[in-house]
């Protein structure tokens, strides 16, 4: 393939991270908890069970769009996935008008959950092969857009909903959102077999540690380091969205703030989840991705054990600001720890089913802390429990060590 033919690297880089800013709404979730409670009549862990149903479809569609776009390269599979999750919202629009909980579930748990993990996959899986120079600080950049997709949610979704109501605000923001992802689909396309850029050779530490193999789906999931990664995300995953899934009412009890100052919380963590993708990814590239995981989950358990305990505004706003940027750095890092250990070829179905840990995540700790605070009027307990969590899981980076799918394949010299 000419030169000129190959489609600009940085070009496929700004799509990805506007679609993904469109698939990122998910994390302004919390914002429609109160007026759907209110208006619906409906109680917390039934509009908290949407959230966790969406998060299960997501881990669902990840894989079937990992292994599709793995066959038929990423654009289709991208296309596809902006009108399942633009459709989504559409459906969620008409159920709320019709006062139906099932509809809900349907629109934004089951159609738009699903094409949210379709299209997430399809930008991660191209980057890795687009940047093996810059694998985690590119990759980063792309999720980055996924948590910043919390940010436009946030901002506008919040007074949308008090001027025009609930199902006007899903109604605009899926078609919005359809024309968004489908637009940007059009720019993802693989690189050519075996592209790197001109001129570069792997120097650093990290990037010499990464693989130099790329296996097979297969291969990768019978490796007991597939599993380490699955589980490290997992307790990353169900840490953050613990927070990300109430933050808005979580601030308004415990810090008395009112609607709009608690929309302004969810701001925050949307800005520093969006950063922590790009940050930690970067400092991945330098000390290392198991280093990065340990001291993501050093900071959350210490966090965590202090939120109930921090009634002033700043200094809560802070502490969720800070497990924003840890939840982000989880998935920055991750997809880069993934080729490094079994190559990008078939990154893909690998990451994709990698991401079923973030839908896993999602079912635990969201009907955790909807269940007991329900019952007992406090978030306390919950957050106490994952603290522990988070303390259990320093373990795990350090089992993550820097060997490659190829050392473990090689057969010794004979002396």
């Known amino acids: 393939m000419a ?9 496929v880089a700004a799509a990805a991270v506007v679609m993904q800013i469109c698939l990122g709404a998910v994390y302004a979730w919390s914002v429609f908890v109160k007026p759907l409670i209110s208006s619906q009549h409906w109680s917390l862990p039934q509009v908290a069970l949407t959230f966790t149903i969406a998060l299960v479809s997501l881990g669902a569609g990840t894989v079937v769009g990992g292994l599709w776009q793995d066959r038929v390269g990423p654009r289709m599979v991208a296309t596809v ?57 590119m990759t980063g950049v792309a999720v ?33 959102y359809l024309i968004g992802v489908v637009a940007t689909a059009q720019f993802m396309v693989n690189p050519p077999q ?25 291969e990768a999931m019978a490796s007991w380091r597939f599993w380490l990664l699955w589980v490290m995300l997992f307790f990353n995953v169900s840490a953050g969205i613990m927070i990300i899934s109430q933050a808005s009412p979580m601030a308004q009890q415990i810090c008395g703030m009112t609607a709009l100052q608690a929309a302004n919380v969810v701001f925050t963590i949307s ?17 290392g991705r198991a280093p990065v995981y340990f001291l993501l989950y050093a900071i959350q358990a210490a966090v965590f054990f202090a939120i109930p305990r921090l009634h002033d505004a700043t200094l809560f706003t802070a502490a969720v600001a800070l497990i924003g940027l840890c939840y982000g750095g989880g998935f920055g890092t991750m997809p880069s720890f993934t080729a490094d250990f079994f190559g990008s070829k078939y990154m893909g179905g690998i990451y994709g089913w990698i991401l079923v840990a973030w839908g896993a995540g999602g079912i635990f700790s969201p009907m955790l802390i909807a269940r007991v605070r329900q019952s007992t009027g ?20 350090l089992l993550a060590r820097r060997r490659t799918v190829e050392a473990d394949r090689a057969v010794p010299a004979k002396a």
Not at 153 to 172: N, Q
Not at 273 to 285: K, L, M, P, Q
Request: hydrophobic residues 50%; aromatic residues 14%.
């Open 194 to 218: 075996g592209w790197r850029p001109a001129g570069w050779e792997p120097r650093t530490a990290v990037a010499k540690s990464a693989s130099t193999a790329d296996s097979t789906v297969a």
């Open 3 to 11: 030169n000129e033919s190959i489609p600009n690297r940085w070009a």
């Open 144 to 176: 980055m857009g996924f948590g910043a997709g919390a940010v436009v949610m946030g901002l506008i979704g919040a007074r949308e909903i008090i001027a025009k109501g609930v199902p006007f605000t899903f109604m605009s923001f899926g078609v919005a």
């Open 271 to 287: 800005i520093f989840n969006a950063i922590g993708r790009v940050f930690w990814a970067w400092i991945s590239d330098m000390i």
């Open 378 to 397: 406090e978030y306390g307990d919950a957050l106490q429990v994952i603290a522990v969590v988070m303390l259990v899981s320093l373990i795990l980076p």
């Open 81 to 137: 996935a902006g009108i399942l999750y633009g459709l989504g919202y559409v459906i969620s629009a008409w159920g709320i008008s019709q006062h139906s909980l099932s509809g809900l579930y349907l629109g934004y748990g089951i159609v738009g959950g699903f094409g949210m993990g379709m299209g997430y996959i399809c930008p991660v899986a191209t980057i890795t092969k687009w940047f093996p120079d810059k694998r985690g600080l």
